[in-house]
């Protein structure tokens, strides 16, 4: 999240007493952390994955196409509903018989193959099989829809989620003016496809802050990476709890985590008085643009003079609201900043992120390595292809994407709960951005989403 910076660039009353960088990418620096500061760099070796299944080949449409939104439908965007509020639900959670259970339930995600005859019934197919579908993506944690035909283009997918009952709902972090739509008016945001961001791995997480978190995605390749890489990855958040080590789940539950999503550094000289006045400054004309309950603190990673954005004591398990299953629901796996030093990331140092124990202190590398672990062998590493929608319970199953080469285009719409007003609740609003939003978002092509 390099937002706060640009944010602090772009207001033209504000001076600072030091110098803020070009907002350009950075070729993969040399970083410094906590454990990484009194050695090289660590080797970046690429994360692994429990399945991954193997690539079809399938031809797609020309962006030309594939782009082409349905006129006669209405304007989802000019009135869509907010994404709702987490649900937490993660008092006094029996980890041994959260993993017990979790050990019982089926491979995430299921596989529904078109056939040629589903493929000619078009909508009327997802219509007739919605019932079904979304049972399978209650008891799975993901459905592959694989091979479909229908939605190869944005107004094809768009047909698809409404046969299906599904109800969009603006991102989690919509408000920071970060996110980009593919097609506004269908409710169909990008994913991370920017050439500049084709290098940095994307690791397991929910669309989800401590605040917001959409009730489901769907996921849809519209174009598969021309020359190679750009799976697309998911893991089942309550097979991630069975298979994590019980003494670290059980330390990291009772201890609860708070994630840091943004690193600012100032030089540490400056006088107390001015770095407490650009605290306040951020504190109270940046941070509130995320939606995010953030808490400014210098130098909660040790390093002199950085002032990072922590978001609120959170806890890493949480019931899921329907199913009461507990559930690995937290961003760690993407996070972590001794994973991301470890594998291909892309990410500039004021973007980095960390997660801590509840009382700031970090994790050993022993367990991170366990939180890697865990999540990897969770993983299914899914070769979307052209009209492959992968719909998501984003209170059950994490998601992120691997690294690519060549030209890729996926998008996502988010949803709310369509069965629940309570859960849903009645905000809506239009996609009108302010000023600061339209300045940002040109910043923003080459930043991930990701957190
Ligand atoms: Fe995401």
Known sequence: MLLPLLLLASLPSLSLPFSIPSPLPAPLPARTSLFSSTMDPPARVAPSAGWTPEWENRPGLAPEEFLNSDPAKPDIG????????????????????????????????????????????????FEANGTKIR??????GAVWLRGFSLPQSVAGFREVHEALGLQPCLDPLHSSGLRKFASERDALYEEVNKPALRGHYIGLHSESTAKRTAAYAAFVCFQRATESGGRFLVADGARILAEMDPALLRKLYERKVRISVSNLDVPPELPRALKDGFKKVVA??????????LEMIYESDGKPGRLQAVEELESPINRHPVTKQPVWFCNAHNHLRYLRDRRPCGVPEVGMTDVFFGDLENLSPAECAEVKRASEACITSLPMEPGDVLLVDNYRAL????????????????????DNEKWRGDERRGNEKDGLNKIVNQYMDWLPKDF
């Open 78 to 125: 000019a009135s869509i509903y907010e994404c709702p509020l987490t649900l937490w639900d993660a008092e006094n959670i029996d980890l041994a018989e959260g993993q017990a259970s979790a050990k019982e339930l089926p491979h995430c995600p299921a596989e529904i193959k078109a056939s040629a005859e589903d493929n000619t019934a078009g909508r009327k197919y």
């Open 135 to 140: 049972a399978q993506l209650r008891e799975h």
């Open 284 to 293: 109270k004309a940046v941070a509130p643009k995320f939606d995010m309950d």
């Open 399 to 418: 998601h992120g994407r691997d690294v690519f080469e060549g030209d890729r285009f996926h998008a996502v719409s988010w949803f709310t709960w369509d």
